[in-house]
């Protein structure tokens, strides 16, 4: 399946993109989505393993299903306030 | 009451939000952009939110303030976009009936908002270069306009 | 600064008078006129101060302060005279260059003011009676207008 | 000498006064104008014991000598804020 993958910050710089599209196989974990993004994005390799991830606006973990239709984001560590 | 919002911060609203007869005491932080940061200097400032989440996290650490403390009203508005320097990009109100609860109130809210809600903090530095904030990622300086160039 | 009024509390001009390209972070706590107190309503509260010795000891509480942390500013105001349900009696801003200075320093001067500034409250019942607050007096109910009418 | 006490708050309401003047030999310690003004408002009683005093807008002890033309000032608890 095709899942839009939506990126912040330096990772949106990196990526030159706010939004990327992968295929992963059904049911795809967080993890599987990780791997599809940066063989997608292979300038984003600085930040891989420090990438949080979010799905449906609630952080995830790599082990993590994502539900079909979800809203998936991946960003570095943030630095609000 | 969370909120993001491009425009400045008007504190006094974000304050008269949590007033209240049922209060004693009212706590109110202010971020504001600092000119130096080790050594360096910033110009300026710009902040990226994943604005749907981020409410949701800020309304989160509301939900949880109010758990662990006795609080009367929280109000939470951060700026994001382009600030000056000696701008205010979070406002954090609390109100309680005794002040020690508000201060733990409050400082656990902007300890956690500034751990857990998707913004992101783009430093412009007066040599020109810009940066953004990521904590942990060892990337000291990471200069997005020369990254853009190559 | 530091400051004794009879007037309303303008805690924006309070807050304005520590903000500083110097400081990303600033508290503000305001005291304020509760209805409850242990199941007691108030309906007003009445603010006496020895006013040179309480500016002389809200200034030597300042310096402090400056001492202890990287403060930026300081400032002060508390309110004498009648004040009713809601109103600010107390606002105390420090700014610092981080958070967790400014949290800190500002709950020292509250925490000191109220321990040692020559300022006393009295209360004014819901059941008209007034009282006094007096901590460690033992006087737990000290009704002035009973008192005074004997 | 003659020293003038001033009175606060509740001090204030039971002398119904808000400064007296009591009569101290000199040197006179702050002990001493705290027995005399007892003396002089026997209904400060209830307070004596809690009544802080301040020289020269400054808190003393009873040990402390009061330097001539001094500002002198008693009064209970405090509860500002």
């Known amino acids: 399946m095709t899942i839009k993958v939506r990126l912040f910050a330096r990772a949106r710089d990196l990526a030159g993109a706010d939004c990327v599209e992968v295929c992963v196989d059904a049911p795809a974990t967080v993890g599987d989505v990780r791997k599809a993004l940066l063989d997608h994005c292979p300038k984003l390799a600085p930040l891989g393993p420090h990438l949080f991830a979010a799905v449906n606006s609630s952080y995830a973990d790599d082990l993590d299903v994502i539900p079909v239709g979800s809203e998936v984001a991946f960003f570095p560590p943030v630095s609000g306030g | 009451m969370v909120r993001l919002t491009h425009d400045e911060i008007d504190y006094h ?35 990226d939110g994943y604005g749907v989440m ?20 929280v109000a939470i508005v951060h700026r994001l976009g382009h600030l000056a320097l000696g701008d205010i990009s979070i406002a954090v109100a609390v109100s309680c009936p005794h002040r020690k609860q508000a201060f733990e109130a409050g400082q ?43």
Chains 1, 4 share one sequence.
């Open chain 2, 108 to 150: 656990f809210l902007i300890d956690e908002l500034k751990r857990t809600v998707p913004i992101w903090k783009q430093e412009h530095w007066a040599d020109g270069s810009t940066e953004w904030v990521h904590p942990g990622t060892g990337e000291v300086v990471a200069p997005a306009t020369v990254e853009a160039s190559r």
């Open chain 2, 54 to 73: 981020a409410t949701r996290t800020m309304q989160q650490l509301e939900v949880e303030a109010c758990r662990r403390w006795p609080v009367v009203a």
């Open chain 2, 13 to 47: 609203a974000v304050t008269e939000a949590v007033r209240s007869h049922a209060a004693g005491a009212v706590v109110l932080f202010l971020g504001t952009v600092r000119e130096l940061t080790a050594g360096r200097q910033t110009v300026s400032l710009n902040y």
